[in-house]
């Protein structure tokens, strides 16, 4: 029988259940920066711009970094001196050019000349990479050169160690195919007791001379 005109349809039965998918729209997306981490020789660098600002800043009197000069490097080099830990001999010690002192003498600590060979180089890099210009990197000075040069022949002396340069490992015949490299440059052989690092270029094996936490000391300048 028809349903009685006017009357409402009985609603369907129900079917069976569908998911619900829900969409979310984003204005932006989330962006994760990976970092990557820095090397041994970046991190020490870094280290070693700081602990040289920190120094500057507690100059006496203060001392800008645009003012600062090759001579100011060589003050800051000696005044890292008191936190060396190489022991080089006077001309008076009777262990004066023994490389291995039978006893302990009374002779003074120092930065070994491999530590702060390494150190110019960092902070040079690090000059120039924070803004400096090359022609004015008091790192690079012809006297900062010379104070290292001078500090290199008098150590060797008093500690009878001769830093020797070490010949180019050529590649053997028939050894150097598509995947070999060139060899590098020749390394400076440190020997010192504070893990110097040799050459110029500062990428030295040592560790850092001095943290920037360290240099509290107010210095006065002779210059």
């Known amino acids: 029988m028809d349903p009685p005109s006017g009357s409402a349809e009985p609603p369907a039965p129900p079917g069976p259940s569908q998911p619900t998918t829900t969409t979310i729209t984003t204005n932006q997306r989330s962006q994760t920066t990976t970092t990557q981490p820095l090397s041994r020789y970046e991190s020490q660098k870094r280290r070693d711009w700081?602990?040289?600002l920190q120094y500057l800043k507690n100059h006496k009197p203060p001392l800008t970094l645009s003012r600062c000069s090759g001579a100011h490097v060589i003050e800051f080099l000696k005044y890292l001196d008191q936190f060396g830990k190489t022991k080089?001999?006077?001309s008076g010690c009777a262990y004066f050019g023994h490389p291995n002192p039978p006893a302990p003498c009374a002779c003074p600590?120092?930065?070994a000349w491999g530590s702060l060979d390494a150190l110019i180089g960092r902070l040079r890099a690090a000059y120039e990479e924070n803004g400096g210009q090359p022609e004015s990197n008091p790192f690079g000075a012809r006297a900062v050169r010379i104070y290292l040069r001078e500090v290199k022949d008098s150590q060797a002396k008093a500690r009878g160690v001769p830093y020797e340069k070490k010949k180019r490992k050529r590649a053997a015949a028939g050894g150097s195919g598509s995947g070999g490299?060139?060899?590098?440059?020749a390394a400076v052989r440190v020997e010192d007791d504070d893990?110097?690092?040799?050459g110029g270029d500062g990428e030295g094996d040592g560790g850092g001379i001095i943290s920037?936490?360290?240099v509290v000391v107010p210095v006065t300048s002779t210059v």
């Open 50 to 52: 700081n602990t040289f």
């Open 88 to 90: 080089v001999h006077v």
């Open 109 to 111: 600590l120092r930065q």
């Open 181 to 185: 490299g060139s060899s590098s440059g």
């Open 195 to 198: 893990g110097g690092g040799g």
């Open 212 to 214: 920037s936490s360290e």
